[in-house]
């Protein structure tokens, strides 16, 4: 297996909705990322946990809430969202830090209504 | 810090044409670097990579060679397809440290 798998793949949710985003890879890739996506942009950093413990928040509002249930699973929690967070949320995983390479996921795309 | 250059505004180009996006980048290390591709409506795909000074990655056609020199990794086709249409991101991870920077992207559209 040499996936990220990301559900659901698309979401829309009101600003009071409380919902979750969910990652799972069987790579044995002992980082995992969340990262935010705008349109015609690049990929932003939100969260890194390494070997389970979160090791990197980019200053992400609390309104978004990381958690690593185990080794293979991530997930991003979200309550009270604002318009402006609606874009693609990509889930991305590594062996090494990143020194051969991130699997992405296709990624949740999520509107805020 | 680290950061990634890539060449601005989108490319056009027609099928059958040479493809060059250029990259440079700038790190304090002896960074990894990654050529992405992004279809729309879909997550990033790892195209190549190199991880050492004039390692030459390749894959479907495309070909990019890590030049320490010049702090580049330009990403050539020969002969491109429609289907190579999609944003091309550059990128490197300095040392291990669990990030990822990006250049902004070029969207590559190709005319049949």
């Known amino acids: 297996d040499t996936e990220v798998t990301q559900t659901p793949k698309h979401l829309v949710m009101g600003m009071t909705n409380k919902k979750s985003l969910k990652c799972e890879q069987h790579m044995g890739h002992r980082a995992m990322y969340w990262y935010k996506q705008k349109a015609k942009k690049p990929p932003e950093l939100m969260f890194v946990y390494s070997y389970e413990k979160l090791s990197i928040n980019e200053s992400v509002p609390s309104r978004f809430s990381p958690e690593c249930p185990n080794s293979s699973l991530l997930n991003l929690h979200l309550h009270a969202l604002q318009p402006e967070d609606s874009a693609l949320y990509l889930c991305?995983?590594?062996?090494?830090?990143?020194?051969?390479?991130?699997?992405f996921g296709s990624g949740t795309r999520l509107t805020v209504v | 810090g680290d950061s990634v250059t890539q060449m601005e505004g989108p490319v056009t180009l027609s099928e059958e044409a040479f493809l060059t996006i250029n990259c440079t980048y700038t790190a304090t290390g002896y960074p990894s670097l990654f050529w992405y591709v992004q279809y729309p409506g879909e997550g990033l795909q790892l195209l190549l990579k190199a991880t050492k000074a004039d390692d030459k990655g390749s894959n479907k056609g495309f070909e990019a060679t890590y030049r320490k020199e010049t702090t580049s990794f330009h990403l050539e086709k020969g002969s491109v397809q429609v289907s190579d249409s999609a944003v091309y991101f550059c990128?490197?991870?300095?040392?291990?440290?669990?990030?990822?920077?990006f250049g902004k992207g070029n969207q590559v559209v190709v005319i049949p």
């Open positions: 991305a995983s590594s062996q090494d830090g990143g020194i051969s390479g991130y699997t």
């Open positions: 990128a490197l991870s300095d040392q291990g440290n669990n990030r990822l920077a």
